[in-house]
């Protein structure tokens, strides 16, 4: 009866030892722990952003010699990019005051965060997983995690970052260059022989519609008709088969609706 408690006892502790850890493509867990700075600071709060975290053990000797490794290399490689964070978290739960030295020992100069055992714990699974870099992307899934000291995946933690601010320059891109309202440019050319080409910009992505029309309001022809996405547009009309004379082209977008002429000369 001992033996079997005692290995019940041994199979409980394996198990603490070992608890569920989350992978490279799911969503990074949240959490809000004290800087050494008497700061709250949120995960949640960097969203959009690429955090990099590194684990450490403020008393541990490699987490000590690793540490300026991810100021220097890390941290002050990317510092001067908006969308990027660094964040250190001892998972030894030591006193601000060893965490404070662990601080002068290095030379970090980024947040260095109190008390965080049970955060690498939901990352990794296990309590002595410290010494290790977790990046976690723009869309705040987790993008790097790495399985050995800091001191190892440098290039790999570099490339990530690089990776993922890139993605977050082309977004911030992408959001400058979005029209700010619903558009329909005049036809060039105006007059025009036989084609010509009508422009159209969305603010957000809609159902469209651009139909031709005589003056006397009968529909021509329909040139776009469907789901368009945000941004500028082209279609042309070719009026081959028509006679010379002035037409309306109209510009369907939601519940926008936009009209202009033009005019053929042949």
Known sequence: MKVVIRLFVLLLFVSSQS????????????????????EQILLEEFEDKVVYIFFFGAGCPHCRDN???????????????ENFVALG??????SAASVQNFQSVTGI???????????????????????RAVVIGINGN??????SNVNNDVESVQNTIEEQLALATSNEDLITELPSSIRLEQNYPNPFNPSTSISYALSEPS?????????LGVKITTLENGFRSAGEHTVTFDASSLSS??????????????????????
């Open 207 to 215: 159902d469209v519609t651009v139909t031709i029309y005589n003056m």
């Open 109 to 131: 100069t980024y947040p260095l965060l109190l008390q965080g055992r049970d955060v690498l714990v939901e990352y990794y699974g296990t309590a002595n997983a410290y010494d």
């Open 142 to 147: 987790i993008v790097y995690k790495g399985d």
């Open 19 to 38: 608890l569920a850890q989350v992978s490279v493509g799911e969503k990074a867990p949240d959490f809000t722990l004290t800087s050494l700075d008497n």
């Open 245 to 266: 004379g002035i037409y309306i082209y109209r510009l369907v977008a939601g519940t926008t609706t936009l009209t202009k002429r033009m005019t053929l000369l042949k």
């Open 89 to 94: 978290i001892d998972a030894w739960n030591e």
């Open 67 to 81: 540490g300026p490794i991810t100021e220097n290399d890390i941290h002050q490689m990317y510092n001067n990019n």
